[in-house]
T-cell receptor, first 115, second 116 residues
Framework: RKEVEQDPGPFNVPEGATVAFNCTYS??????FFWYRQDCRKEPKLLMS???SGNEDGRFTAQLNRASQYISLLIRDSKLSDSATYLC????????????????FGKGTKLSVIP | NAGVTQTPKFQVLKTGQSMTLQCAQD?????MSWYRQDPGMGLRLIHY???????DQGEVPNGYNVSRSTTEDFPLRLLSAAPSQTSVYFC???????????????FGPGTRLTVL
């Protein structure tokens, strides 16, 4: 089983639609969870962290289910500017003293929002 | 602040050539890392550093060397380029994680490398 798995898409949705992305991870010791956004031919940028209690940032809602090792991202009222690839990221702390941690990236889910 | 900068933006090499990809950050981050991104693959960690003079291998270190003589700079050296190293390379930096608190990684704009 791959460490972090995402549906690659593409997801083609009309403006105003609600779309959800899922991500599963294999290492139960994983500590932190994030969604990054990557625009075409650009660098990844942090979109939001994912907390066990769930968290919301405007039109974006992230959820974590540790028991099922599953993370989700919900985008409401999609905008053209939301078109990008969304990367699921999981971290594992390697050495607490040195602050060294391992990030594992999913391959990303491509979203295209259509006018 | 310029953030994380990378040079060059594009590079074409012939098999067997060596070169150094440059990465610099002006945020005084202790942690720096190099990733490669290939079509259909996630970002994969090549090497990382938790401070000046300290480096370690990531998931795919073979064929690459790094050094960290200053906090600001973290160059990646390709020893003898191979077509399999054709990829987009991203450098990233962050503060060290302390007390279990993850710190956001900031990525540079990337270097697109083609090895013929």
């Amino acid at each position: 089983r791959k460490e972090v798995e995402q549906d690659p898409g593409p997801f083609n949705v009309p403006e105003g639609a609600t779309v959800a992305f899922n991500c599963t991870y294999s290492n139960s010791a994983s500590q932190s969870f994030f969604w990054y956004r990557q625009d075409c031919r650009k660098e990844p940028k942090l979109l939001m962290s994912v907390y066990s209690s769930g968290n919301e940032d405007g039109r974006f809602t992230a959820q974590l289910n540790r028991a099922s090792q599953y993370i989700s991202l919900l985008i409401r009222d999609s905008k053209l500017s939301d078109s990008a690839t969304y990367l699921c990221v999981v971290t594992l702390l390697l050495y607490s003293g040195a602050g060294s941690y391992q990030l594992t990236f999913g391959k990303g889910t491509k979203l295209s929002v259509i006018p | 602040n310029a953030g994380v900068t990378q040079t060059p933006k594009f590079q074409v090499l012939k098999t067997g050539q060596s070169m150094t990809l440059q990465c610099a950050q002006d945020m005084n981050h202790e942690y720096m890392s190099w990733y490669r991104q290939d079509p259909g693959m996630g970002l994969r960690l090549i090497h990382y550093s938790v401070g000046a003079g300290i480096t370690d291998q990531g998931e795919v270190p073979n064929g690459y060397n790094v050094s960290r003589s200053t906090t600001e700079d973290f160059p990646l050296r390709l020893l003898s380029a191979a077509p399999s190293q054709t990829s987009v390379y991203f450098c990233a930096s962050s503060y060290l994680q302390r007390g279990g608190q993850y710190n956001e990684q900031f990525f540079g704009p990337g270097t697109r490398l083609t090895v013929l």
